[in-house]
């Protein structure tokens, strides 16, 4: 699950920048400062510890909104994202030019001056007036001393990029409903596998817990009255469970056996009584079932972890054995 909510957050950035690039494309720059914000402040993005996965994208951001406000006239704010970048990817070609860019402008080698565009003024710096907003190290605004024919050519290139970034943003989006459709659908089975299992494992005796991953299986009275012997109730109970989890699908069964902490004894870790417990209770689950020791997990339960608390008057309940059901994973894809 982890792997399908990475790969779901990658493709959401993906989306959310290729959107960025478009609207910066054709001019709006406010809606594309609007979706880089939905990325994260230029400190929060990049953070120590950045999936590798996601770095490209979020260097890719970065670069886009240093560019914006350096087309908006807000310097600083430019510098602040093109370091961050440098930290990143010291060798990145847009962040060392952009700076050095700036710095002359700093050094009153390079003036700001207002430039329209589609209707829009935006305060850039002359020395960026001519290069690219997005992409390939260049800049979106042509030079005004460009011929017309230069102008055209590069209309004609800007139409062919903003197509492109456009099925490129739709291809991310089909891919990110698939993702979280895929998920929606994997919650719908598990849903549906353990409410099947506690309509069919309900029977005196026994408490059904109903978490949101799993269904847990409490006894009402202690299965062992002392050591790992079994009581004749408890070994009926089990055999019970064991005839109904034989006929459950795409579920597995966990074990846990449980002991009480006593008068110089271990107060805590786990102890061999329990896992002896556990191991005996998985014995008497196969014994009726066509199911087999091997398709039990037996493990032991911290001596703080009985399934009521931890009470003089819960002890007899305590010396015990709880049942986990959960799902099973399902099978890579081909």
């Not at 054709?26 to 809606?31: F, S």
């Not at 400062?33 to 996965?53: K, Q, V, W």
């Not at 350096?70 to 030019?97: F, H, I, K």
């Not at 339960?301 to 099973?328: H, M, S, Y």
Request: proline share 6%.
């Amino acid at each position: 699950m982890t792997d399908v909510t990475d790969s779901a957050r990658a493709l959401s950035l993906q989306l959310t920048l290729q959107r960025a690039h478009s609207a910066a494309r054709a001019g709006d720059l406010d809606l594309a400062a609007r979706l880089l914000d939905e990325l994260g402040e230029p400190g929060e993005l990049g953070e120590p510890g950045e999936r590798d996965t996601e770095l490209p994208t979020v260097v890719a951001a970065l670069n886009l909104r240093a560019k914006v406000h350096a087309q908006r006239g807000e310097l600083p704010e430019a510098e602040a994202c093109w370091s961050r970048v440098e930290t990143l990817a010291p060798d990145d070609p847009d962040a060392a030019a952009g700076r050095r860019t700036l710095a002359k402008i700093a050094a009153g080698r390079r003036h700001a001056r207002p430039v329209v565009h589609t209707g829009r003024v935006a305060v850039i710096a002359a020395a960026l007036a001519g290069a690219a907003l997005i992409g390939g190290g260049g800049w979106l605004l042509a030079n005004t001393d460009r011929g017309a024919s230069g102008s055209v050519a590069e209309a004609d290139t800007g139409s062919e990029r903003l197509r492109a970034e456009s099925l490129r943003a739709d291809e991310l989006k089909a891919r990110l409903s698939a993702i979280e459709g895929g998920r929606t659908a994997d919650a719908e089975r598990r849903d549906s596998t353990l409410d099947e299992a506690a309509k069919r494992l309900d029977m005196p005796g026994v408490e059904i817990r109903r978490h949101a991953g799993d269904v847990q299986l409490v006894f009402r009275t202690g299965v062992f009255p002392y050591d790992s012997v079994i009581s004749p109730e408890g070994a009926e109970e089990l055999r019970e469970i064991g005839r109904r989890l034989a006929d459950l699908t795409g579920v597995e069964t966990t074990v846990v056996g449980h002991s009480v902490a006593v008068p110089g004894g271990a107060p805590s870790g786990g102890s061999v009584v329990a896992l002896n417990r556990a191991r005996v209770a998985a014995q008497y689950l196969a014994q009726d079932s066509d199911l087999r020791l091997t398709d039990f997990r037996l493990v032991s339960a911290d001596q703080r972890q009985g399934p009521f608390p931890a009470t003089d008057a819960n002890a007899p309940r305590n010396r015990t054995v709880t049942l986990l059901i959960t799902p099973k994973a399902p099978p890579p894809p081909p």
